[in-house]
């Protein structure tokens, strides 16, 4: 985590700046996937709690190998008049990390029922039994809205920045740039 890219959201008339992360993000996964790296992490230098919102800003933290290599993946093909991408620069000196994750929400009571039914062979009074709608769970971070691939459907991508800690954390990143224990340099 010694050098950083930054990617700016540039003013768009037509597309909001939720609308551009959300196309930014999902590019931004699928060349992970594409390079099979562990080692690229992801931050929102912009991230704010109320009203919610990750910004306008994707920063990409790695080595300047890495970086390089996803920056000349075709990363940003389609997006480049909505962006502005820097070459990767040595992070400054910094004494503040911070993990950034996601969160899954259980906000489906129905869908966890079918799938309990279907793994257990439960009955649906047994499996309302077990799984009330009360237990529906709402989290109230910012997310972004991507759609997946094997299945075609939207979901949300809840983002959680953790609290800043001294001491940075190793880990490994997931093809989201998240991780749910590696720190990122928080400047």
């Known amino acids: 985590m010694d050098h950083y890219l930054e990617i700016r959201l540039l003013p768009d008339p037509e597309f909001p700046a939720t609308t551009l992360m959300n196309a930014l993000f999902s590019k931004l996964h699928r060349?992970?996937?594409?390079l099979g790296t562990e080692q690229i992490g992801v931050s929102f230098p912009d991230v704010q709690g109320r009203p919610r919102s990750l910004g306008e800003r994707l920063r990409l933290h790695g080595s300047a190998a890495a970086l390089l290599m996803l920056k000349h993946s075709g990363l940003l093909k389609g997006m480049r008049d909505h962006?502005?991408?820097d070459d990767p620069v040595p992070v400054p000196e910094v004494t503040r990390h911070r993990v950034v994750r996601r969160?899954?929400?259980h906000s489906s009571p129905e869908r966890e029922r079918r799938r309990l039914i279907a793994r257990k062979g439960l009955t649906p009074t047994e499996a309302m039994e077990r799984i009330p709608d009360g237990r529906a769970e709402l989290l109230d971070l910012p997310f972004v809205v991507l759609t997946s691939s094997s299945t075609g459907q939207q979901f949300r991508l809840f983002i959680d920045h953790g609290?800043?800690?001294?001491?940075?954390?190793?880990?490994v990143f997931s093809t989201y740039g998240l991780s749910p224990?590696?720190?990122i340099p928080w400047f």
């Open 83 to 85: 962006v502005q991408l």
């Open 163 to 171: 609290p800043v800690i001294d001491e940075p954390q190793v880990g």
């Open 103 to 105: 969160v899954q929400s």
């Open 181 to 183: 224990t590696a720190t």
């Open 31 to 34: 060349a992970l996937v594409g």
